[in-house]
């Protein structure tokens, strides 16, 4: 049952009660707006967002315009995490990818909050060797699976995130995420929606059968997902 206590984002509900009603006292509820960029490449951010039911896409953005998902993140973390090094040091544009709740902290309660309490700097170092291990994971998912493998597992940690089997999607988005055309992606959600796995209009999108999905998907999702709940648990 989950804690009532808790604020569902498990990053921030890892930490121990005394520095978790701390930092939490320092953030506030917000629900930016569905594209939204809360971090641009190389700009000090104002804002440290720890996603709930929110989740938030990291994009490379390639000289010509076009862009590639680099990683995503809901509620198991939180975007900044380049501030452990350098204010400036985001290489991505971060923009919401699907709408819903988020906490968030400014970037000076951020850096004296992980300074002052130890439990909250460990998670975010562990934190940060999770996205290490999952990029490279990502590079190789790009690499050897399907443009249908990878639509299913990105709709599965997109579920997984948000906590619900329906959100919000628009097809020139989830191009944006794959790298691959609109049309690529109108095929994969039609075979999809033919196995009826999925169902999807008008910019909504609901999985039906999730077992099947995660029988469609490569086993890159169960592998990810194995990794955070390994890697995240303090001593």
Request: net charge negative; charged share 25%.
């Amino acid at each position: 049952m989950p804690n009532p206590d808790r604020v569902g984002n498990k990053i921030l509900d890892r930490l121990p009660d005394p520095d978790f009603r701390r930092i939490i006292g320092q953030m506030e509820r917000v629900s930016p707006a569905l594209g939204e960029i809360v971090a641009h490449p190389g700009t000090e951010p104002q804002w440290v967002h720890f996603p709930v039911s929110g989740v938030l896409s990291s994009m490379v953005v390639l000289e010509d315009g076009s862009t590639v998902e680099a990683s995503t993140v809901g509620n198991e973390g939180m975007d900044g995490l380049y501030l452990l090094a350098d204010p400036q040091a985001n290489p991505y544009r971060i923009n919401v990818q699907v709408r819903g709740e988020m906490l968030r902290m400014s970037a000076g309660a951020f850096n004296r909050a992980r300074s002052e309490h130890g439990a909250f700097s460990q998670l975010l170092l562990r934190y940060a060797l999770v996205l290490i291990q999952r990029g490279a994971q990502n590079g190789a998912c790009i690499q050897h699976h399907t443009i249908e493998e990878r639509m299913c597992r990105w709709l599965l940690e997109t579920a997984h995130r948000k906590g619900e089997e329906r959100f919000g999607l628009t097809q020139e988005f989830l191009a944006d995420m794959l790298g691959v055309r609109r049309q690529s992606v109108n095929l994969t959600a039609r075979i999809l929606q033919s196995a009826k796995l999925i169902e999807y209009h008008r910019g909504e999108l609901t999985i039906l059968d999730r077992a099947g999905l995660e029988e469609a998907s490569c086993e890159c999702f169960d592998v990810t997902t194995k990794m955070y709940d390994r890697m995240m648990r303090l001593p």
